[in-house]
T-cell receptor
């Protein structure tokens, strides 16, 4: 079991460039999430998905788009990167609804926008 | 989402117990109390959770106040590897289960 994996681990972009971050999980989880973490801060939710083909906005969705075409993958896109999007991005997943379930996190993608 | 309050930082010595407090005075009757921790340069990892009763697992214990307005994460014998930021998070009984992170408590362990 690889758990939650993220690709790439590091990336440097110039302002205005686009990119896609890939999250994959092999635990057959229904729920998947994208968070960002700025230095010295807790994580903030960008977008999430409650199942294949569904997406919803989180706390800080502006400037990002997501897609969940396959249950095991959740993609985060930046169409026109800005320096304010420099951050560490974490993907997470969990199996069930209900407050008792454990959320599993990936190792993160460190993105720098120049 | 109900809010939690934690001290910004705490310090302890290796092999001693650590008690990490969390206040959640606006908790609803069906909110679960979760603890996650984030080791340096890693993603958060689950530690423990509970609803009303105290809980134990191989990593830690969770003591929940009778009125559920506060809880304490207990590391029984801290090691250097326990140095991390610890987050206390409330999760609703229903819904999409997104986690709302505060700033957490940065735990430093002295050798």
């Amino acid at each position: 079991n690889a758990g939650v994996t993220q690709t790439p681990k590091f990336r440097v972009l110039k302002t205005g460039q686009s990119m896609t971050l890939l999250c994959a999980q092999d635990m057959n989880h229904e729920y998947m999430y994208w968070y960002r973490q700025d230095p010295g801060m807790g994580l903030r939710l960008i977008h999430y998905s409650v199942g294949e083909g569904t997406t919803a906005k989180g706390e800080v969705p502006d400037g990002y788009n997501v897609s969940r075409l396959k249950k095991q993958n959740f993609l985060l896109g930046l169409e026109s990167a800005a320096p304010s999007q420099t951050s560490v991005y974490f993907c997470a997943s969990n199996r069930l609804a209900g407050g008792a379930d454990t959320q599993y996190f990936g190792p993160g993608t460190r993105l720098t926008v120049l | 989402d109900a809010k939690t309050t934690q001290p910004n930082s705490m310090e302890s010595n290796e092999e001693e117990p650590v008690h990490l407090p969390c206040n959640h005075s606006t908790i609803s009757g069906t909110d679960y109390i979760h603890w996650y921790r984030q080791l340096p340069s890693q993603g958060p990892e689950y530690v423990i959770h509970g609803l009303t009763s105290n809980v134990n697992n191989r990593m830690a214990s969770l003591a929940i106040a009778e009125d559920r307005k506060s809880s304490t994460l207990i590391l029984h014998r801290a090691t250097l590897r326990d140095a991390a930021v610890y987050y206390c998070i409330l999760r609703a009984f229903q819904g999409a289960q997104k986690l709302v992170f505060g700033q957490g408590t940065r735990l430093t362990i002295n050798p």
